[in-house]
């Protein structure tokens, strides 16, 4: 059964009519990839704040950081299964598997993080990252603490809960607009 056709339910401006800017990352997109993934579509409805938004990922996800590009695209996809959002499952998902080589480990991470074979590092970034996003008046200083044993300092904590909030809004602008991931994505690194 084929996922539903549209990009975003609250439409999407017609490529051709986006500032030259725009255009441009879209060509670079669909030399690179293949194709101009839909969060830039669906987010070029604002031009502006998509621009924002792709310093912002690019600042969090793609810069020096304490955690690798791994750990990165792991806490996205179980912020992503913590608050079932479709789109970043699905693109974050094949991100981890790329990015891993390991076919299993996305969707792993999307159903229960729980049973993948993690070290100790890891496990304690996707604990953390997954009360963060469900429950996160109850973070508290033993949380930190359990972070730190295992070789966080504060700046990698930091990084760590910027990943986390990032996803939060990815998910929530992505559930808002119905966003439905590009299609390519299901058998990227398969």
């Known amino acids: 059964m084929p996922q539903p056709d549209h990009i975003s339910a609250l439409g999407v401006p017609d490529a051709e009519s986006l500032p030259d800017d725009l255009k441009l990352i879209w060509a ?10 839909n969060v830039y579509a669906t987010l070029s409805l604002k031009p502006q704040r998509l621009r924002d938004f792709m ?32 789109y970043c499952l699905v693109s974050h998902g094949a991100a981890v598997r790329k990015l891993s080589g390991d076919p299993q480990l996305g969707e792993m991470l999307a159903l229960n993080y729980r049973v993948a074979p993690l070290d100790a590092r890891q496990r304690a970034m996707l604990d953390f990252a997954w009360k963060l996003t469900a429950t996160p008046a109850e973070v508290v200083e033993a949380d930190r603490a359990v972070l730190r044993g295992v070789g966080f300092d504060n700046e990698a904590i930091f990084d760590l809960a910027q990943v986390i909030g990032l996803f939060n809004l990815s998910n929530r602008m992505a559930i808002t607009t119905d966003m439905v991931p590009n299609a390519e994505y299901h058998t990227l690194a398969r």
């Open 28 to 37: 670079k997109c669909v030399e690179k990839l293949g194709f101009v993934p």
């Open 55 to 86: 310093q912002m990922f690019n600042e969090i996800m793609l810069s020096e950081s304490a955690l690798s590009k791994l750990e990165r695209e792991m806490v996205a996809v179980v912020v992503s299964s913590v608050n079932r959002c479709y």
